[in-house]
């Protein structure tokens, strides 16, 4: 990948639906040049499926992470155990014996069995247990009606199907289609991203631990490393319970890029300490979430 591919692939994550001409004029390239670069990240499995689920906003769930070391004989099997739960969406392997594992929770009560869980089948002795920032303050007062969910259903594993498409599956009208959608997006009631797996590239891609010094504050701290690696970190996630770490996806070409990323990033004011590990491979998974029981009542298209 190159710079234009991540950006491009960073734009498709924001909204999978984003239309060509757009993503052409908001990079400089041309809607087929913008075309050839997707067609060549699908057929590198670097881009695997145009996704759209109900936004985590709209379900009120929460996003956790449970990571360590883990002391398995055969690492490589450790996400066929791990994804057999079903709030598991994400396993990462990365050096040093790392695992990652990624969770939605319908709630946080959750959280001790899904923890218990990771910590038993990743067979990680001492795990870290992150939560992401939940956006309270923005959960949506409307809710999804049955045809939302038809909708969105037709859109699962393919978001970018035209409405016309979708009006035929959900037989609705096109008009009555494009209005729940964009209502939907809209009111944040719709996720609509693409599954990426930029390990499939031959580029290098770590996951960096940042620890921020206890005196200084880490919305700052995270603000100057977006601002100063815009065109590096795919990814930041700063805990809402571990006031002192963020955890960033970085991407680079080479090793030494990357070695020179880590050490510029730890000459940064307010940071305190900086850890790579490397990502090997990853696994993403079906979740509760991508299997919403439609809503029971009469149907209406208004």
Not at 175 to 186: A, D, N, S, Y
Request: with cysteine.
């Amino acid at each position: 990948m190159d710079k234009t591919d991540v950006s491009l692939c960073l734009s498709l994550m924001t909204n999978s639906r984003t239309p060509y001409h757009e993503l052409a004029a908001k990079l400089g390239l041309s809607i087929n040049a913008v075309h050839k670069r997707i067609k060549a990240m699908m057929d590198l499995g670097i881009i695997r499926t145009f996704t759209a689920r109900q936004s985590l906003v709209s379900l009120g769930a929460i996003s956790v992470w449970v990571y360590g070391r883990s002391e398995a004989t055969n690492l490589s099997e450790a996400h066929l155990r791990l994804k057999t739960d079903d709030h598991t969406y994400w396993v990462a392997y990365s050096g040093g014996g790392y695992i990652y594992v990624g969770g939605y929770l319908r709630e946080l009560s959750e959280l001790e069995p899904f923890v218990t869980f990771v910590q038993r089948e990743g067979e990680i002795p001492d795990p870290n247990v992150g939560i992401a920032p939940q956006m309270s303050n923005q959960f949506p007062k409307e809710k999804l009606q049955a045809l939302d969910f038809e909708i969105l259903a037709s859109l699962r594993k393919d978001s970018r199907k035209p409405v016309s498409v979708v009006a035929n599956e959900v037989r609705a009208s096109s008009k009555t289609v494009h209005r729940r959608l964009e209502r939907m997006i809209e009111k944040g009631l719709v996720d609509l991203s693409i599954d990426w797996y930029p390990d499939a590239s031959n580029d290098i891609i770590a996951l960096c631990h940042v620890t921020v010094g206890r005196q200084s504050d880490k919305l700052k701290v995270l603000g100057a490393l977006r601002q100063s690696y815009a065109q590096k970190v795919l990814l930041d996630v700063p805990f809402s319970n571990l006031p002192n770490q963020v955890v960033m996806f970085l991407w680079t070409n080479s090793m030494k890029q990357m070695d020179d990323l880590r050490e510029s990033i730890g000459k940064i004011e307010g940071v305190a300490s900086v850890i790579l590990n490397v990502l090997q491979i990853g696994y993403m998974f079906d979740t509760w979430r991508d299997r919403p029981g439609l809503k029971s009542g009469n149907r209406s298209h208004a």
